[in-house]
């Protein structure tokens, strides 16, 4: 019965490779987000969607791109893999944009 | 200069002591968000607040919006509180701090 479930849990992939996480939330939550954690611990905005359409879109280069097929998912598609695209990739989702947000446990992605 | 700025940057304890960690920032906001990502990873929500205070158990977060700073208080501190703790900012765009490092040694 997990609430905000993201897989995989781990992904090991090469430079150049084209990779999707995905993201599902059993909430009734209209608003979900993409995070990305840095080595230094930073986390930052990537992406938010209410009601399947995008709210927040921070600078992010084009080869990220989120889907949202409905409310409860949230994807995120990243093209032409860079080394520096190694990170943990937190998804969220929250009732409406300022309430509380639950977080999924993360997606460690490492490039090769 | 970060727009959410939190102090301390690292802080150890003993088991029982009182904690307290700042969260300064300096842009206009609706809400407050304090965070608690556990040694694991995994990231949980401690409180959302846009003005007094709130309490939950142990933890006690207040906020002063005419001077841009919020507090996050542990009574009784316990080697399980240690975690990293992330104040964020619902303003124009939702900031997040840089964290801070907490250590509880029995």
């Known amino acids: 019965d997990t609430a905000v479930s993201q897989t995989p849990k781990y992904l090991v992939t090469q430079m150049g490779n084209d990779k999707s996480i995905k993201c599902e939330q059993n909430?009734?939550?209209?608003?979900m987000y993409w995070y990305k954690q840095d080595s230094k611990k930073f986390l930052k905005i990537m992406f938010s969607?209410?009601?399947?359409?995008?709210?927040i879109n921070e600078t992010v280069p084009n080869r990220f791109s989120p889907k949202s097929p409905d409310k409860a998912h949230l994807n995120l598609h990243i093209n032409s893999l860079e080394l520096g695209d190694s990170a943990v990739y937190f998804c969220?989702?929250?009732?409406?944009?300022?309430?509380?947000?639950?977080f999924g446990d993360g997606t460690r992605l490492s490039i090769l | 200069k970060n727009e959410v700025e939190q102090s301390p940057q690292n802080l150890t304890a003993q088991e029982g002591e009182f904690i307290t960690i700042n969260c300064s920032y300096s842009?206009?906001?609706?809400?407050l968000h304090w965070l608690q990502q556990h040694p694991g990873g995994g990231i949980v929500s401690l409180f959302m607040?846009?003005?007094g205070k709130k309490k939950h158990g142990r933890l006690i977060a207040t906020i002063n919006i005419q001077e841009k700073h919020s507090s996050l208080h542990i009574t009784a501190s316990h080697p399980r509180d240690s975690a990293v703790y992330i104040c964020?900012?619902?303003?124009?765009?939702?900031?997040f701090g840089t964290g801070t490092r907490l250590q509880v040694f029995p």
């Open positions: 964020a900012v619902y303003g124009d765009k939702l900031i």
């Open positions: 842009v206009g906001i609706s809400a």
């Open positions: 969220a989702s929250s009732g409406t944009p300022n309430q509380p947000q639950h």
């Open positions: 607040l846009s003005s």
């Open positions: 969607y209410n009601n399947k359409e995008l709210i």
């Open positions: 909430l009734g939550h209209d608003t």
